[in-house]
């Protein structure tokens, strides 16, 4: 096989192997329009994330005024009960007196009676004899001496009667007017107490309704946060789209950029270039157009993208510097094969095992599957362990880091394996694609680390 045919055959096997990269890759790839297409959905998910957060802050200021409103209306709720049961208590303490002031009343009646009668029946003799009895008395009186004596008797006699009439009457009058006072307090208890029901009914209807107004503000919170959760899902699945489609066009580039290195230094006479050069005409020729717009394509996209992250772009990359990629592209593909097989997971507290994982037993999982010395360790330990990046070097397979989450005594709190195109796949309840530009993780987002 001459040198020209061996370069020819080089030129396939890269093709091919570009072919096969695209064709096994977990997600599909994309042309650059359906990209473009892809990016502006993730727009408009933000964007309507952006809108929901708004929304939630509203409905989470309106909850806070209303529970403080509530909490108000709970607290004189519970003043007018206390100042219905007072009144409750007051109208049981007349109740008892005035219970007791009809019984006095009954005694002293009962008394007046007896004594009424009794003075009755003198009055009633002494009009039958004509007074004779009293009369007699006097007649029988020895002397003057014991005739007064016997006149002040009858008239002490007959005015005592009259006392104890007049002073029943009095008594029974003085208990009756009590009683009225009584009965007074009483219906003036019962006015109050009536006055108070009123004021706890409306109240309670008040308070339902703010109850009920927080009800709705919570389901209406629930559902933004659960649109939000579901728009994460998408803008994640995108993100991972892209990324996968951004990962097979630089893994191409690199390779076509490679292989023309390689052809560039092997040495060539004018008709070895010649053959060479149709060789590569031939071989582009037998390609499909779709396929070489792609390429072509890709070597823009490359260039773009890692101008983006800060890094070199493809025109500066020597050969080297385009294997590095290209292992680095392996790499995190790895670490996402072995990420993505564990998606749905459920979160245990302390896991590490593919029946459920915590967050820093997720991350040292996969990498220790990956062949990366990472024992199992906190989030903290993770990061401890990193050389820390700046967010313009993150790059997919690198780990993100986020602080505050959860109270544990550490810095670090949650970790996830970055993807790229603002996402992460971690831990969460279960293990799932997530976008670290919601603004959840945006506010507790800490640093970027590599292994």
């Known amino acids: 096989m001459d040198k020209h045919a061996r370069i020819r055959t080089r030129i396939l096997a890269v093709a091919l192997a570009a072919a096969c990269v695209t064709a096994f890759t977990p997600v599909p790839s ?40 509530g909490a ?17 208590n007051q ?13 006095t009343i009954s ?16 009055l009633c003799a002494l009009y039958m004899t004509g007074g004779a009895g009293n009369l007699q008395i006097l007649l029988s009186a020895s002397d003057t001496s014991d005739l007064s004596d016997k006149a002040e008797a009858i008239s002490v006699v007959t005015q005592h009667d009259t006392t104890l009439i007049n002073r029943l009457k009095s008594e ?82 690199s390779s076509t950029d490679n292989t023309a290195g390689k052809s560039a230094d092997s040495p060539s006479s004018g008709s070895a270039s010649s ?3 149709a060789a590569s005409s031939s071989t582009a020729d037998s390609t499909s157009p779709a396929a070489s717009s792609a390429t072509h394509s890709s070597a823009s996209r490359q260039s773009s993208n890692y101008s983006s992250r800060g890094r070199s772009s493809v025109a500066s990359s020597t050969s080297s510097a385009s294997h590095s990629s290209s292992s680095s592209s392996s790499s995190f593909s790895n670490l996402i094969g072995e990420a993505e097989k564990h998606l749905g997971t459920p979160y245990v507290m302390g896991g590490y095992s593919p029946s459920g994982f915590d967050c820093s037993g997720f991350v040292c999982w996969v990498f220790s599957h990956c062949g990366y010395n990472l024992s199992r360790t906190t989030a903290q330990g993770i990061y401890d362990q990193c050389q820390k990046i700046s967010v313009s070097e993150a790059r997919p397979g690198d780990i993100v880091f986020f602080t505050g989450t959860y109270s544990c005594g550490e810095t670090i709190t949650h970790v996830g394996i970055y993807t790229g195109s603002g996402t992460m796949i971690h831990a969460g309840s279960p293990v799932q694609y997530s976008s670290i530009d919601t603004s959840y993780w945006r506010q507790h987002f800490y640093a970027f680390g590599r292994l």
Do not use: H, P
């Open 30 to 69: 994309y042309a650059v329009g359906d990209v473009d297409t892809m990016k502006s959905e993730q727009a408009q998910y933000a964007a309507q994330q952006q809108k929901n957060d708004s929304e939630l802050a509203s409905l989470r200021s309106d909850k806070s005024q209303k529970e403080a409103y």
């Open 91 to 103: 109208m049981t303490d007349l109740d008892l007196q005035m219970q007791q002031a009809q019984d």
């Open 107 to 122: 005694a002293k009646q009962k008394q007046i009676d007896a004594d009424t009668r009794k003075l009755k029946q003198r």
């Open 275 to 277: 053959s060479s050069s």
């Open 172 to 253: 029974k009058e003085a208990v009756k007017q009590a009683k009225d006072t009584i009965s007074t307090k009483r219906q003036q208890a019962a006015k109050v107490k009536e006055s108070y029901s009123g004021k706890q009914q409306q109240l309670s209807s008040t308070l339902s309704e703010t109850n009920q107004f927080l009800k709705d503000i919570g389901q209406q919170e629930v559902d933004l946060q659960d649109q939000n959760a579901s728009l994460d899902v998408k803008a994640a699945k995108l993100s991972a789209s892209i990324a996968s489609w951004q990962q097979t066009q630089q893994a191409a580039a």
């Open 72 to 88: 108000a209306l709970q607290s004189q709720l519970e003043t007018i009960e206390e100042q219905i049961n007072s009144c409750s």
